[in-house]
Each structure stands twice: as C-alpha cells, then as structure tokens.
C-alpha cells in the first residue's frame, strides 16, 4: 500500500561504510533485508514507528545502525565497518504488524517493497 524508494547503494571498500535511504509515508514498521545471489532474502534490521525500538540480526549487530526521521518520512540503515559478506542488494520494507510480530514473520511479515540497491563490499 506504500511506495517505497531506496537509495545510497554503491561499491566500497571492507572496512568501509554506507547510508542507505528509504523514502517512506505512513505509519509502519519499517525493516531491512537483503539478498545475495543464489539465497535466500534475510532480515538484518527493523524500527517502530511508535516507539522507535530497534531490532537486528546477529550478523550485522554492533556495526549498523537503523533510525527514521518521521518528520521526513524517512528510514536509514547507518552501515559501518563493512564486510565482503555484506554484500548484496538492500531492500526497504513496510509492515503494518508491530516491530515484534514483523520480526517473527521475517520476509512474510512485510507487505511493501522497495526496488533495492546494490551494496557491494571489496576485499
């Protein structure tokens, strides 16, 4: 039900660091997830819009930081010290469940999608 664009994708080095953009409206639980060739979509962060409590996967805890600006209408996800297995392509995603219930249900809990944008990490 929400149009979601991503931006802030691009090559880096390992040890590097990016900001990913997400422009999205509304009132939803806003995640991360991202997809590398030839597996699976996994989750790596997600953010309440009420509370602004914050969830992570173990892989990227420590080293990404995810906000929203809700003035703006937006959702970052602040990537440091990045690693060649970050490599992927980045996703934005909106749910209307809870931080809680979007995290449990992973991929299946998130309704919209973004396009995507690719980060890739050099050795």
């Known amino acids: 039900q929400v149009q979601l664009v991503e931006s802030g994708g691009g090559l880096v080095q390992a040890g590097g660091s990016l900001r990913l953009s997400c422009a999205a409206s509304?009132?939803?639980?806003m995640g991360w997830f991202r997809q590398a060739p030839g597996k699976e979509r996994e989750f790596v962060s997600a953010?309440?819009?009420?509370?602004?409590?914050?969830v992570y996967a173990d892989s990227v805890k420590g080293r990404f930081s995810i906000s929203r600006d809700n003035a703006k209408n937006t959702v970052y996800l602040q990537m440091n010290t990045l690693k060649p297995e970050d490599t992927a392509v980045y996703y934005c995603?909106?749910?209307?469940?809870?931080?809680?219930?979007?995290?449990?249900?992973?991929?299946?809990?998130?309704?919209?999608w973004g396009q995507g944008t690719q980060v890739t990490v050099s050795s």
């Open positions: 509304g009132r939803y639980t």
């Open positions: 995603a909106a749910a209307q469940s809870g931080l809680a219930t979007a995290q449990t249900m992973g991929v299946r809990g998130f309704g919209s």
């Open positions: 953010i309440s819009w009420s509370s602004g409590r914050t």
